[in-house]
């Protein structure tokens, strides 16, 4: 019993770096462009989140640094994918790798590596954390519930706004757009640099507010489990949230089960969130008569004057 | 009635990649007008309206708007100028209903998204109604028929207040009734005042609902006359225009028929085939003419084996039913191929040229087994086969053929297919895109090959080199040889029957 209550009550804790990061990923998908860089933006939110708590220590300000960097970084992205039209896909994970490279070095330069830092107390929303085994689900540092308020605001404008309308229409047929006077490639970069800021924060959320320190390439390949829950989710918003509560969950479950003296092989355990995300695409694709909610133009470069 | 000048084209040049797409084209609608463009595929109407509509910048030439000078930096701009285009392929966002596409092409404004799609949406099917007919603004665009998809898109420019109305071949994709509907609706519109401009090949759409005419052939404005003054025969000739029919050179009698295609047809509703019936002698070079996308492209995949659903048959001498032969059977009748996009279809741009001039006999052991193959002879082959064909721009016979300019990519193709002394030579647009000297050099081959006994079948939009090569000419329209000509051939009838509606 004592079991279920942590269980239930860290889950959150591991969701949210998935579920910002994925948030991040549709945000930009749904512009068209394809993004594998998450795990290598996740890497600068989270050392820029820690290089600032370090320095300054003020939570808020560290997440807000950790976003604005991530961001930054997302510029190069954009260059290469809408400037210079490299293949999007070859673009990310050469994101991926600099950003390894870069954090791993910065990291180790300023001496930032394996110092604890102090993240942010928790709050209880009273009276729901009084509630008998679900009641520490509701138990939880601020930014947990300010996900779900950037869930609602992402939603809303992507669906309830003229805006976000034109940011999907660029990203379903941007010849359309394009005629219809939608400047594509700055929807488009604002679309990279908005979900790239996102998936900063969910970098940082690891490094300042869970693990309350910095560890070369900490975040595991959180990233790339986001960029398959995307897919998962089919670039909804709310079918993301509820999957990364399931992989927040297999992931919460695992230190529960050690600590209960459950003989498992450790690199097993480890593996779990990665083999279910394989299971989980296997799954969808084959489901694949849903494949229609994919963005019509996503990874395609947008040229004007293209003939025929 | 005073007229003032809506639109103003002057002057303009425009070329893509090296070809000119428009040279000095002038262009001028009035308020009040129908006002059709009028020329073959590829003379450059749909690029002048692109200009218009912000969508291409021109290099040289300016853009009057009212006989204001104005400078279109893109679509919105000339959603400013109150010019409109619907174009021939719609931009609409599919999964989007038919007012969230709409309200795309809008500028923003305050007040909140669901308000505005509301007031969109009544503001749609009132529109619709007063335009005579009825849609659902709530629909998603990707459930609605073609026809309707084209009232979005006419609602759309309509709705974001344009008084310059461009229609792109808009009657291409309609029934005749919808397509009469459609233009009796813009003609009621510019007698209320506005300015539209028709651009289409379809003659009787000219005589019919036109107030002025344009004629553009090869990039260039010919003239601009009153369709009620000029007869059809006139309008052909202009468009088509009279160059002489250089070059043809006959060939040896016309031997034995060596294939036949009999009712040749696309299943029900997949295609524009319609029951193609030719018959094609050895020693003989059969020119299928036609305005572009009346089926050619579809007649060309089923000859070549590419995948094409159709019924009927196409008969080879001495074989059979070729739609059920394989690509080796296909090879073993030495049967050449030479598709329309040489660098998608006949060529592996990323493969070198040997390797692209070899593939054709690989699997015919040339080139040695399964497990081993013979570099030396590949190569040796190839630089014979680049000798002589001509083939020009081979720096090394390892560099990529993708690297190769059009009219040399061309020359490697039939380089490649012409190695095994072909019995049956099928060729689709030959000559796009290639200067003059490479289109003599490809020509002279088609001829040669014709010259010592092959069955040649050219399926080109490009009259003059329908003219030029063959000894027989079949018009296709809408799907079907609807006329057939000897060598001479009278030009202004073959003009006829291609644009001709029954």
């Known amino acids: 019993m004592d079991l279920l209550t942590h269980w239930l009550g860290n889950a959150p804790d591991f969701a949210v770096p998935f579920a910002l990061a994925a948030l991040g990923l549709i945000l930009t998908e749904r512009a068209g462009v394809l993004a594998l860089g998450a795990e290598g933006l996740m890497l600068v939110g989270a050392l820029a989140g820690i290089g600032m708590q370090l320095g300054v220590g003020v939570a808020g300000v560290s997440l807000l640094v950790a976003m604005v960097a991530a961001g930054a970084v997302s510029l190069l992205f954009a260059l290469m994918v809408l400037v210079l039209r490299i293949n999007q896909v070859i673009a990310g994970l050469a994101l991926v790798f600099f950003c390894q490279g870069l954090t791993g070095l910065a990291g180790t330069v300023f001496g930032w590596t394996n110092r604890p830092v102090s993240g942010l107390n928790t709050v209880e929303l009273w009276p729901l954390s009084e509630l008998p085994l679900v009641g520490k689900i509701f138990v939880q540092n601020p930014l947990v519930y300010l996900t779900v308020l950037i869930f609602i605001a992402v939603v809303w404008f992507l669906y309830r706004t003229q805006t976000g309308l034109r940011l999907r229409a660029v990203g379903e047929n941007p010849q359309a757009a394009d005629a219809a006077g939608i400047p594509v490639l700055t929807y488009r970069l604002a679309a990279i640099v908005a979900g790239a800021a996102l998936i900063g924060l969910a970098g940082a959320y690891i490094a300042v507010l869970s693990t309350k320190m910095w560890i070369a390439d900490m975040t595991g390949g959180r990233g790339w489990i986001a960029v398959s829950l995307v897919i998962f989710a089919r670039w909804s918003p709310w079918r993301a949230l509820a999957g990364a509560l399931l992989f927040g969950a297999i992931e919460a479950l695992i230190p529960q089960l050690a600590a209960t003296g459950v003989r498992l092989p450790q690199y097993f355990v480890l593996m779990t969130p990665y083999a279910v995300t394989l299971l989980v695409m296997i799954w969808v694709a084959l489901g694949s008569r849903e494949s229609a909610s994919q963005p019509g133009a996503l990874g395609e470069p947008f040229i004007r004057e293209q003939r025929r | 009635m005073k007229q003032v000048n809506a639109l103003q084209l002057s002057g303009i040049n425009k070329s893509f990649d090296g070809f000119q797409a428009l040279t000095d084209a002038h262009f001028t609608a009035c308020w009040g007008e129908v006002h059709a463009l009028l020329g073959e595929n590829g003379a450059g109407k749909s690029s002048l309206m692109n200009i218009a509509a912000g969508l291409y910048a021109p290099e040289t030439g300016s853009l009057m708007v009212d006989d204001n000078l104005v400078r279109l930096s893109g679509p919105r701009d000339a959603s400013r100028y109150q010019i409109g285009m619907v174009h ?234 070729l739609r059920g032969a394989s690509a080796e059977q296909r090879r073993e009748l030495r049967i050449a191929c030479i598709p329309a996009d040489r660098y998608g279809a006949a060529l592996a741009g990323s493969l070198s040229v040997v390797e692209n001039f070899a593939i054709g006999q690989v699997h015919g052991g040339r080139y040695g087994s399964f497990w081993r193959l013979l570099g030396t002879r590949m190569r040796s082959d190839a630089a014979a086969a680049v000798q002589a064909f001509d083939v020009q721009g081979v720096r090394s016979l390892e560099q990529n053929a993708a690297l190769l300019s059009g009219g040399n990519a061309q020359k490697l193709v039939i380089a490649r297919e012409f190695s095994r002394d072909p019995q049956l030579v099928v060729v689709h647009s030959p000559s796009r895109g290639l200067d003059v000297r490479a289109t003599q050099a490809v020509h002279a081959r088609l001829r040669a090959a014709r010259d010592s006994g092959a069955a040649v079948l050219v399926i080109s939009e490009d009259l003059d080199e329908v003219l030029t090569l063959a000894d027989r000419i079949g018009v296709m329209n809408s799907g079907r040889i609807v006329a057939e000509f000897e060598h001479p051939a009278d030009r202004q009838a073959i003009g006829k029957a291609m644009v001709s509606h029954d």
């Not at chain 2, 995948?307 to 009927?312: K, R, V």
């Open chain 2, 88 to 321: 021939q392929h719609f931009k609409l966002v599919k999964p989007f209903t038919v007012a969230q596409n709409i309200l795309l092409g809008l500028p923003a404004e305050p007040g909140s998204y669901r308000t505005r799609l509301q007031a969109l949406e009544q503001q749609i099917s009132a529109k619709a109604q007063e335009l005579g007919f009825v849609l659902d603004p709530r629909q998603p665009v990707e459930q609605l028929s073609i026809a309707e998809q084209q009232r979005v898109e006419i609602l759309k420019v309509l709705l974001a207040g344009a008084r310059i109305l461009i229609l792109d071949e808009p009657t291409a994709v309609l029934t005749d009734q919808e397509a009469e509907r459609l233009l009796s609706t813009v003609q009621t519109f510019a007698q209320q005042g506005a300015a539209v401009v028709l651009v289409t090949h379809k003659m009787a759409d000219v005589k019919r609902f036109a107030d002025r005419v344009t004629v553009m052939r090869g990039g260039k404005t010919i003239q601009t006359l009153n369709p009620q003054h000029v007869s059809v025969d006139e309008l052909v000739r202009l468009t088509v225009g009279e160059s002489a029919q250089a070059g043809y050179t006959p060939g040896p009698p016309a031997g034995p028929l060596r294939l036949q295609v009999r009712e040749l047809r696309s299943p029900t509703g997949s295609g524009p085939l319609a029951g193609v019936n030719l018959s094609l002698h050895a020693g003989q070079i059969y020119g299928i003419a036609g305005v572009g996308g009346n089926g050619q492209g579809e007649l060309a995949n089923a000859l070549m084996g590419l995948p094409q659903p159709t019924e009927g048959e196409i008969h080879l001498e001495s074989f059979g039913d």
